[in-house]
């Protein structure tokens, strides 16, 4: 394997123009430096960034600019150079992606009102006003980050995400920055090494890449199933066990109202915030969890990333 390779730079045309409608509060500069999985900006210049695999069998590749204007989100959608044109229904497709990875796809006043009932999360909303979750790109590419980061710091599994991008995927030129595209599983198919990581991790990187042609890591499908279930389809796959089975399921599929019972970080932040001074067991922290009802895993997310912006 030629190691020297460099993905091309995506032509800038074509490209399509589409839109999001947002209901309720919603701040995307919020959305883009929450700081989650291989997204790590420290500034916003009023564009939003996005390069990936598109849902379906992930064989396509686009690169997203996202920017707000009040309550409607603007999409600049640039396919990459060897794909074919953009057409309606592949906008679609990318459109309905984009709207679930930055949680515009739920209805944000039902969030608000349950915000405004709560007097942890009231402050938080104070705190981060139109803040939503933001998601990995689909089940594959977290399940790729899954491998890639395992048993690292954070800052090396963005390093080998980029490295991997540049070298087997696609890098689009997005508003006058470079941002990379993950290879598609055919693509990664084709990979034999990557400088930095074990080479025990390259068959779980191929065996995700056989899973997402089968269809296996589909979004809408594995949030139609029980969730246990998923769960364990999940860890059928080498090298993924409880807690990234759990990462693919809640922070990739769209889900608004699963509670990530496994996280031991974001358990804290729900015992520190509302005044408890031991550890929630599981049945506390699911009765807890109620008052959130249907948008567990938003109310969860939000205080794992704000808790900090707010005192106990």
Same mark, same amino acid.
């Given at each position: ?87 309606? !229904?592949?906008? #679609? ?5 984009? +709207?679930?990875? $930055?949680? %515009?796809?739920?209805?944000?006043? *039902?969030? /608000? ?95 995700? !890449?056989?899973? #997402? ?5 589909? +979004?809408?499908? $594995?949030? %139609?199933?029980?969730?246990?279930? *998923?769960? /364990? ?80």
């Amino acid at each position: 394997m030629d190691m020297t390779r460099r993905a091309e730079v995506a032509e800038v045309p074509p490209s399509v123009e589409a839109q999001i409608h947002l209901r309720g509060p919603y701040s995307l500069e919020e959305v883009a430096l929450m700081g989650f999985g291989h997204r790590d900006e420290s500034s916003f210049d009023g564009v939003l960034r996005l390069a990936c695999c598109v849902d379906g069998d992930y064989e396509t590749q686009v690169g997203v600019e996202v920017r707000q204007e009040s309550s409607t989100l603007r999409l600049r959608i640039v396919a990459a150079a060897a794909a074919p044109e953009v057409d309606e !229904a592949a906008t #679609a497709v990318v459109v309905a992606q984009v +709207a679930r990875v $930055l949680s %515009a796809d739920h209805d944000g006043d *039902a969030f /608000a009102r349950i915000c405004r009932a709560d007097p942890v999360l009231s402050r938080l909303a104070a705190a981060a006003p139109g803040f939503r979750p933001a998601l990995f790109y689909s089940p594959y590419e977290a399940a790729l980050w899954s491998i890639l980061s395992a048993r690292r710091p954070r800052s090396q599994g963005i390093a080998l995400r980029s490295r991997l991008g540049q070298q087997y995927g696609t890098t689009f030129d997005l508003a006058g920055v470079p941002t990379v595209a993950v290879p598609t599983p055919s693509q990664l198919l084709q990979v034999e090494e990557l400088p930095g990581l074990p080479v025990d991790r390259i068959p779980r990187l191929h065996a995700i !890449a056989r899973a #997402a042609q089968q269809g296996r890591l589909d +979004a809408a499908r $594995l949030l %139609a199933l029980d969730p246990e279930e *998923a769960m /364990a389809q999940l860890q059928q796959l080498p090298g993924i066990g409880p807690f990234y089975a759990a990462l693919i399921l809640i922070r990739a599929c769209g889900a608004a109202d699963l509670l990530p019972t496994g996280e031991a970080r974001s358990r804290e932040a729900v015992r520190e915030l509302y005044g408890w001074d031991r550890s929630l067991s599981a049945t506390e922290y699911a009765a807890l969890a109620q008052r959130w009802r249907p948008f567990r895993t938003w109310a969860v997310v939000s205080i794992r990333a704000l808790h900090g912006r707010v005192g106990p």
